[in-house]
Nanobody
Framework: QVQLAESGGGLVQPGGSLRLSCAAS????????IGWFRQAIGKEREFVSA????????YYGDSVKGRFTFSRDNAKNTVYLQMDSLKPEDTAVYYC????????????????????WGQGTQVTVSS
């Protein structure tokens, strides 16, 4: 069992930046598949970024590619999502999620591929 806790959300102006953190407890998730998702009010949960177990590639959703950056610090059992050039449409609750096994590439963007989820952190982009 692994517990995830997101932090770093808040209110930011358009064009600004935020860095989200997702800390894991219970066990190390350095070898797990890990994803970031977001959900805006009235919308379905949307894929943002992910890494697969055993894979060095980082996957990004089309709407965030070039603006968001996924990174990890295995020593701290923490992953990060650096968000730059934020837009009002980035406003959402951001979740991290993980799965202990390798996720096939075609399923990396699917919510149902992940076993454990954090509670989420609110990001609001507004002037």
């Amino acid at each position: 069992q692994v517990q995830l806790a997101e932090s770093g959300g808040g209110l930011v102006q358009p064009g600004g930046s935020l860095r989200l953190s997702c800390a894991a407890s219970g066990r190390s998730f350095s070898t797990y598949s890990i994803g970031w998702f977001r959900q805006a009010i009235g919308k379905e949960r949307e894929f943002v970024s992910a890494v697969r177990r055993g894979d060095t590639n980082i996957y990004y959703g089309d709407s965030v590619k070039g603006r968001f950056t996924f990174s990890r610090d295995n020593a701290k059992n923490t992953v990060y999502l650096q968000m730059d050039s934020l837009k009002p449409e980035d406003t959402a609750v951001y979740y991290c999620a993980t799965h202990p096994n390798r996720i096939i590439t075609s399923a990396i963007r699917a919510v149902e591929s992940y076993s454990y989820w954090g509670q989420g952190t609110q990001v609001t982009v507004s002037s």
